[in-house]
């Protein structure tokens, strides 16, 4: 669903709600609070954000300790840093698929987000198509329902408050390092 028709079905049914409403405020205030729901428009904190910027210019970042601005691995956390030759493995459909899994991803969303990242369509993902997919999230194009799919899915597997941090977007892209480093292995 695109952002306008989301936007457009969320204002349609606050007004609804709002003329239907029967409750006086009293009662409204002693009654319980609904649970939350996953926001319909997931946004990126400026802190992902930056990670989004990183991924825009070819560099990975991965949770774990970092020793320098860019992204490199401190010693103690090099057994998972990707070598030059590891980086430029892709990551199967499958493998992908299996990843998003893992974020509680429907059958349909893997099917959306594996192709969406498979931007050459040959049946798998490189880490130029994951990072390019990665900061597709950002600023403007971050409404688009690919973008969407894939912020509402991170959001979901972090704490469903409909911000992405930098924590919840480094889970991704540290399991697509690690799907890569199972490939080179």
Same mark, same amino acid.
């Given at each position: 669903m695109s952002p306008l028709i989301s936007g457009l079905a969320s204002v349609a049914s606050f007004l609804y709600n709002a003329a239907s409403g029967s409750k006086s405020a009293a009662s409204s205030r002693t009654s319980q609070p609904a649970a939350a729901e996953p926001s319909a428009v997931v946004t990126l904190s400026k802190e992902a954000e930056a990670l989004t910027g990183f991924a825009g210019k070819g560099i990975l970042m991965a949770s774990g300790k970092l020793d320098g601005p860019l992204g490199t691995r401190a010693a103690a956390d090099a057994g998972t840093a990707l070598t030059a030759s590891q980086a430029d493995r892709s990551v199967s459909k499958k493998d992908f698929q299996e990843l998003l899994t893992s974020f509680g991803a429907s059958d349909a969303q893997k099917e959306q987000l594996a192709a969406g990242f498979d931007a050459n369509q040959d049946g798998s993902i490189t880490r130029d198509e994951f990072l390019k997919g990665i900061a @597709? #999230?950002?600023?403007?194009? !971050? !409404?688009?329902?690919?973008? +969407?799919? /894939?912020? +509402?899915?991170?959001? %979901?597997?972090? *704490? $469903? *408050?409909?911000?992405? *941090?930098? #924590?919840? /977007? @480094? +889970?991704? #892209? #540290?399991?697509?390092? *690690? $799907? +890569?480093? %199972?490939? $080179?292995?």
């Open positions: @597709a #999230t950002s600023g403007t194009k !971050g !409404g688009s329902e690919l973008s +969407q799919s /894939l912020l +509402q899915l991170v959001d %979901r597997h972090g *704490n $469903a *408050n409909g911000v992405v *941090n930098q #924590t919840e /977007l @480094a +889970q991704l #892209t #540290t399991a697509f390092a *690690n $799907a +890569q480093l %199972r490939k $080179a292995a």
